[in-house]
């Protein structure tokens, strides 16, 4: 079982005050010879905002060597689990979590907006200080 990131607790926290529910802590991605474990599933229901929508959830805290060296590797893990995902479960839709403050200085840079933008990453914009979601970006 893999490690769970530092901002686990605080991100599940926020989506289920956000009304979703956890359906798999971790969601087990498994295709021919690959098994990997994305964070969270999750589901909301058809009366609620985003509904009967199904995510699963990546959750980054960007705390290694540099942020870039972490966006590096989260990106590539985003892609190989969305390129599974959708051939496994395509009815799931994967989204990166990251903290605000991660948000603000580093993923408002024109070169990771360019990236975020030419690769389609889905992200969850999490005050992890007080467990909320501030934004959704698709």
Known sequence: MPAKDIYHDEVKNALIKDGWTITADPYLIKYEDAELYADLAAEKPIAAERQGQKIVVEIKSFVGKSLM???HNALGQYIVYRNLIQ???PEYILYLAIDDVVYEEFFQRKSIQAV????H?????VDTEKEE??????
């Not at 990453?121 to 914009?125: G, H, R, S």
């Open 133 to 138: 979601i501030k934004q959704w970006i698709t």
């Open 87 to 89: 051939l496994t479960e």
């Open 116 to 119: 975020v933008n030419q690769n």
């Open 69 to 71: 060296y972490d966006f």
């Open 121 to 125: 990453l889905f992200l969850i914009v």
